[in-house]
């Protein structure tokens, strides 16, 4: 029948355009990979259950990687006064009492990373004030590529 | 007739169905007892059995809304015409005078790629929602947060894409949030026409993608006073639910009454622990933490009808409280008072929502002469408020201060108010039928709560379309419409409540960062569509061209705020142009002896589709340190399509596989050679249906399995994450029987019958690794009722 030839010229004709386009995909490999955020590492500064001091300074040491390029670094510090958790460490620390905040610690801060680099060390200076409430904290870290894939970690930190 | 006899020895029985007003009646089932034979139809209700050998035959006909025909018929040495006149059947609750267009032949005279489903379909395939409901149909997707909560996602695109009209007006909530779930109540919906593919010539602005239309539900027959009461039960999260629904007609006049109520615990995964982002949550029992719900929907209907005029209000009211998985409020892990929550699976507890959309339509058609009128006027109120305990993100206040007026348990509410106005003619010159009308719509939209996402907006919009259809001969249709649309859109400035640090120059100052300015823009657009359809015996053709548009939505030109949800920050974009598509459509249909196969490919370009683009940049201030999301536009390619093959084997068996599959790719723009986000991936659903015939007592019993193949979606964009493939099986039992002369409609189905764990590419909680509900028994029985003893029963 004539019919059915049209039918089937027809299946066979999508089929072979998806097979391309399946195929086409390979071709081009985009990134599809997210940056990496190394917490473990020896010289990596905070670390899950680390504890600061108030009234002092130190040195955030913070390093991310990536496959392509890395975009930017965010780095952000709350109180975990309520428990609320954003820690992506599987050890959990010792947390003090759920308390109610007064003048709690915070600091949001986005770092810029210089074009073409596929790894990168992160050394912020951040002072800790020393009226500031002490007890449970977080330390977040988000790094993005240059395509726009984002990873995060989350640490639990103590600030006495 | 034009079809010749093939062989001298077989002959023709050529069946000519009317009804009792000897009008034609097309799309009847008309076949021959124990034989596989099946009728060509031609049009005006007539049924050609082409090649019969001599010998006795049972002709069977029937047809919904109609009592069955059966007759005994001997062919001889000749060819037999029959006519056959068909009676309503008063006991169906369904107007079929008014319905003059059957299934069959409303796709063949449609130009777009239409699917039809009936509650039937519905009861059969019963999801959480309606548009779960639908999701077996190859190109219709959903997405949503779990069973209860979803929204139709059609070729892989949703949210303001898709354009759900119900009773003929277009249903406004927030289309563009995944967290919430359409405000239509599944057990009022009888009938849903699914429009795959570029429609705004027809539907307006948003129709980009396609259309979900729920019809209006078919008028009680006259003199009839009954209803029906469905019941509902599901196992996976303890839901009953009951939909009991009441009509009454005289001659002229009538009432419809319907109240649904659901009610439902969490529901359960095939999972112990899952992890959001990384952070590892274990689930009591393999209950989803809060995720329970209640539901309670009212409808109420009134009005006239006689030969020439009818006229039909609508009152509804949907009111959902559902609760949102605790150990992740949208994308953001939280830790839980796991005790608390797990005390009881029922309970709703913070965060959850609460929506409720109020509805009164009025539509009114007027037959005069050859034209036919038709009026529909809507008033919408949406009201969805989202609850959660105040938790201080960026620069927010640690404390709540005492001094808001904002409650603080309020984290955001919206507030929408739309009025509409349809006016269409639909004349009927020789060979022509014209359609043409104008479309109105003025929305006003409010915000409230402690978090900000989308500023408050006004908008007005207006549209006016002409619409013709030309039957060219009995074969061919063209179809060639135009659009005009104009609308204006006022977002309404936002300032924070609360005071961020601005460094500038070493030297740190408070600001309140105005989210929102106060944006007015004006959109005009003309849309188009030319297409043909070519109808033969055995073979259905369709094609159509078309331009279609989207204007940008508030949230798009307007929005600058932090969405915890997502960790994103959204910055709009005020200069935003409307959205263009241009979409080729071509559907194919062929019907050979025990084959139907249907092929529907599309391809689709859109020369500046408005993305949400993931940048590599974080913003301190406006973002409190989150990743910058931009919106933008790129020019994107999209093709694919879907295939329907049913054999049907047996009178009582058949086998059928439905499979979609969808391309995109974006070709301008940060994202250049990446696809679109939420694309769903190539899938084939495999079913085997065994529906014994002459089981009496029992009618329309049937035993169908259901195998879902989906591929992997390795072909990701930022922020997605590439989803496994995976296989899942369903089984659908159902049958009806008569209980003092009511036919009660019992279905069955067991969802996810092996309990597998797999994640939904177009799941919101794809992101955070939520797996898809786990095994679920759907018990859902019909019973209607009847107080009148109808007098014309024979």
New interface residues.
Partial sequence: ?K??K??KT??IT?GI??LI??CS?DK?A?D?EYPTIDVTASVAFPKQCSELTRGQKFTAKILVADNAEL??????V??NFD????????TECNMAAVK??VK?F?L???I?IPAGNKSYTVSEQINVPSDIDPGDYHF?I?V???????T???LSIKIK | MFYCIANAKLHQLIVTVIDDQNKPVPGASVSLEKHEMVPVAAPDGVYVFKELPPGDYRLHISMTGYKSFRKKITVTDHDISLPVTLHPDVHVFQEVVVQNHTIGQRKKEEQLNLEIVKSDFIQKNLGGSLMQSLERLPGVKTIGIGPGQSKPLIRGMGFNRVVVIDRGIKHEGQQWGADHGLEIDQFATEEVEIIKGAASFAYGSDAIAGAINVKSPALPAANTFGGDINLIGKTNNALYGTSLNIYGRTKKWFGTGRVTLQDYGDYRVPANRVYV????VDLHNNYLRNTAGQEANLHFSTGYINKQFRSVFYISNTYSKSGFFANAHGL????VDAAMHDRSSRDILMPYQEVNHFKLINRSHLRLNNHALELEAGYQNNFREEYNRY??H??MP??YPGTMSIPIGLERAFNKNVYSLNIKDQLKLNRHELQFGINGEIQSNTINGWSFLVPSFDQKSFGAFIYDKIFLNNRTLLHGAVRYDHSHIHIHSYTDWFPSPLEQNGETSEIHIERAGDIKRSFNSVTGSIGINYN?A??ELKANAGKSYRVPIAKELGANGVNYHY?SYERGNASLNPEESYQLDVT?V?H?NKWR?Q?S?FFNYFPNYIYL????????LYG????VFEYTQSKVLR???E?QVKYQARENLSAEILAE?L?AEQLSG??R??TLPFSPPPSALLNLTYGPVHTEPFHRTYFSVDYRITAAQ???V??EK?TAGYAVMNIQAGSRFNIQKQQVQLSLQLQNVFNTRYLNHTSFYRLIGLPEQGRNLVLSVKVPFNFLKNKQEI
Avoid at chain 1, 71 to 76: E, L, R, Y
Avoid at chain 1, 144 to 150: N, S
Avoid at chain 2, 613 to 620: G, K, L, M, V
């Fill in positions: 029948m019919q059915v049209i039918l027809l299946c999508i355009a998806a386009a399946g995909k081009d985009k599809t975009g930017s670094v965010s780095i952000d709350h109180h428990h609320h958790s954003h820690s992506t460490e599987v109610t905040p709690p915070l949001v801060k986005s810029p977040m988000r993005t590529d240059k395509e726009g894939w984002q995060m970690k989350g | 982002y990384d952070y590892p953001e892990p939280r830790n938790v201080n960026g620069f640690a404390i033969r055995q073979i960790f194919a062929l050979k196969i092929v490919p683009n993931p940048t590599a940049q974080h913003d301190y409190a340190g989150n990743q093709f694919g399509g295939l599959y391309y940060n994202k050679g990446y390795n072909n990701i930022p922020p590439k």
